[in-house]
Antibody
């Protein structure tokens, strides 16, 4: 079955760090471009970061310099390392598979990150 | 403020037709970047509904259709059903300095 499963969310204090994982099955992460999209409680979707099959990475201004996207090809897993977390980073984080046309055709169920003291 | 503007809410009775607009600018929709639509049912992850302005993935009913013109796009839903009640998001690409992939603020569809 083709699917994405995110893990690693939780409650973290402001200024702390957290690493999210997204395990893929049924397809190869490294052959696709993969993204993280977040959704704050009661709010809309916000694109966070993307990694292309060639390894290039891009970030939204709101997380640039604090978040790092990466992948482990041997584990077929996508990661999001989040440092210097702020209250406004509180959200459900989804990983999603991107397609050449610029859309996301496969989404995980998401993992909740709560930044609070 | 979202780069793409959608109405916060729309509503319709079962069987009716509703449309949801998505307004952008010359750096995204108006720059010929495609528009895509997602449906998010309560408590679930987003699901791709329309890609490339007007294409439906396998399994999406033909009651859903998309169009694009100039700096705007629209999602139309005909034969409204109770299970269509959800949040709908448009998405495109933005070429401005702070751009990349951008979403609309979302539209809550209520089936009366």
């Amino acid at each position: 079955e083709v699917q994405l499963v995110e893990t690693g969310g939780g409650l973290i204090q402001p200024g702390g760090s957290l690493r999210l994982s997204c395990a893929a099955s049924g397809f190869t992460v490294s052959s696709n471009y993969m993204s993280w999209v977040r959704q704050a409680p009661g709010k809309g979707l916000e694109w966070v970061s993307i990694i292309y099959s060639g390894g290039s990475t891009y970030y939204a201004d709101s997380v640039k310099g604090r978040f790092t996207i990466s992948r482990d090809n041997s584990k077929n897993t996508l990661y999001l390392q989040m440092n210097s977390l702020r209250a406004e980073d509180t959200a459900v984080y989804y990983c999603a598979r991107g397609r050449q046309g610029g859309y996301f055709d496969l989404w995980g169920r998401g993992t909740l990150v709560t930044v609070s003291s | 403020q979202s780069v793409l503007t959608q109405p916060p809410s729309v509503s319709g009775a079962p069987g009716q037709r509703v449309t949801i607009s998505c307004t952008g600018s010359s750096s995204n929709i108006g720059a010929a970047y495609d528009v895509h639509w997602y449906q998010q049912l309560p408590g679930t992850a987003p699901k791709l509904l329309i890609y490339g302005n007007s294409n439906r993935p396998s399994g999406v009913p033909d009651r859903f259709s998309g169009s694009k013109s100039g700096t705007s796009a629209s999602l139309a839903i005909t034969g409204l059903q109770a299970e269509d009640e959800a949040d709908y998001y448009c998405q495109s690409y933005d070429s401005s300095l702070s751009g990349f992939w951008v979403f609309g603020g979302g539209t809550k569809l209520t089936v009366l």
